[in-house]
């Protein structure tokens, strides 16, 4: 069965500097989604970004960027200049490449960001 | 992008009591989903919601405690039965759409039961 682990349950960074939130995966498919979305305070989930596991090229969406390593399962997600607004919890989220859109998610990690 | 609303925000509820929680979606969607997000925890899926035919269902939900209707595409409701305190959680509806790898989520409903 697939599953998505996150083993940072809280991290902290200040604000301007760079983070890392780490997430590994286990799944026996070649091809497949994964993600990472943010649920700040007020619950709602938002996609923060995605990548396509065919995709070699780490995918990025301004601050936000990825390393995807499939041969190691494993999927970061690097914020740069970090603001105050990007604290929230971090999910990383697996789905498969078909048409029933089902994701797993990892257990979360909190970012804290310090002014 | 769908925009995604769900009724009630939050509620606290009675043991043994019932409460439904509804999702619309301001377009026309092909799949919708309720997960549950328990205290502190991350999110698990609860159901497929399926237009015109029951839900599917996954490992640990049953029909009897979380039924699910979706009359048409943009809306769908999730009943919590007989409630008791581990039921206490967020509950949120997402949605799909066609061939878009997104899914996109409503705020939650926040319930507690006492």
């Known amino acids: 069965a697939q599953t998505v682990t996150q083993s940072q349950p809280e991290m902290s960074v200040q604000e301007a500097e760079t983070v890392t939130l780490s997430c590994t995966y286990d799944?026996?498919?070649?091809?497949?989604?994964l993600f990472w979305y943010k649920q700040p305070p007020s619950r709602q989930m938002i996609l923060v970004i995605r990548?396509?596991?065919?995709?070699?090229q780490n995918a990025t969406e301004n601050r936000f960027s990825v390393n995807f390593q499939k041969a190691a399962k494993s999927f970061s997600l690097k914020i740069s200049d970090s603001q105050l607004g990007d604290a929230a919890m971090y999910f990383c989220?697996?789905?498969?490449?078909?048409?029933?859109?089902?994701?797993?998610f990892g257990s979360g990690t909190r970012l804290l960001v310090r002014p | 992008s769908a925009v995604i609303s769900q009724k009630p925000s939050r509620d606290i509820c009675q043991r043994g009591t019932s409460l439904t929680i509804q999702c619309q979606v301001d377009?026309?969607?092909?799949?919708m989903f309720w997960y549950r997000q328990q205290p502190g925890q991350s999110l698990t899926l609860i159901a497929t919601?399926?237009?015109?035919?029951?839900?599917?269902?996954e490992s640990g939900f049953v029909i009897d405690k979380f039924p699910i209707s979706r009359p048409n595409l943009t809306f769908s409701t999730l009943t919590v039965s007989n409630m008791s305190p581990e039921d206490s959680s967020i509950y949120l509806c997402?949605?799909?759409?066609?061939?878009?790898?997104?899914?996109?989520f409503g705020p939650g409903t926040r319930l507690t039961v006492t």
């Open positions: 799944t026996s498919e070649s091809d497949y989604y």
């Open positions: 989220a697996y789905r498969w490449m078909d048409s029933s859109y089902k994701l797993i």
């Open positions: 919601a399926n237009q015109g035919s029951e839900a599917t269902y």
């Open positions: 377009s026309q969607v092909t799949m």
């Open positions: 997402s949605v799909g759409q066609g061939n878009s790898y997104e899914q996109y």
């Open positions: 990548q396509e596991a065919y995709k070699q």
